[in-house]
């Protein structure tokens, strides 16, 4: 029987989780267009699916983040790139002649075209006037 005293082993140290991967944010290329009915802004993004695709409205702002998807497998080594990868951001201070409840958007073969509708315009009216 031996007479030392037994240390409980250390504990090991707990894994550090990785460092969270930079993206790179570009600004995509957007076409603006009038038409008798609305605004229509088309947006390039390659890329961007409708599951990574965020379209919103808040605060008179017209919102747009598109999310891609690392090109590369898991399982693969990149060797060499030329395309960066990264996210979409692009956001708009809308004009009150927007209606928003009524914006619609499509997204096809990575292009999202946006329709911002024309708010109604007050009509001009007569008021009646009564005495006492």
Avoid: C
Avoid at 82 to 97: A, K, Q, V
């Amino acid at each position: 029987m031996s007479n030392e005293l037994s240390r409980p082993e250390p504990a090991p140290p707990a894994p550090v989780p990785p460092p969270p991967v930079e993206r790179m944010v570009f600004t995509p290329p957007i076409d603006i267009f009038e038409t008798d009915g609305g605004l229509i802004l088309r947006a390039d993004l390659p890329g961007v699916s409708l599951e990574t695709l965020e379209l919103q409205v808040q605060n008179n702002r017209l919102i747009l983040f598109g999310r891609v998807p690392p090109a590369v497998p898991e399982e693969a080594r990149l060797l060499h790139q030329e395309y960066r990868e990264g996210d979409f951001l692009r956001s708009f201070i809308l004009s009150e002649n927007v209606d928003h409840d009524r914006i619609t958007a499509t997204l096809t073969n990575g292009v999202l075209e946006i329709f911002l509708p024309h708010a109604p315009q007050a009509q001009p009216r007569r008021i009646q006037v009564s005495g006492p």
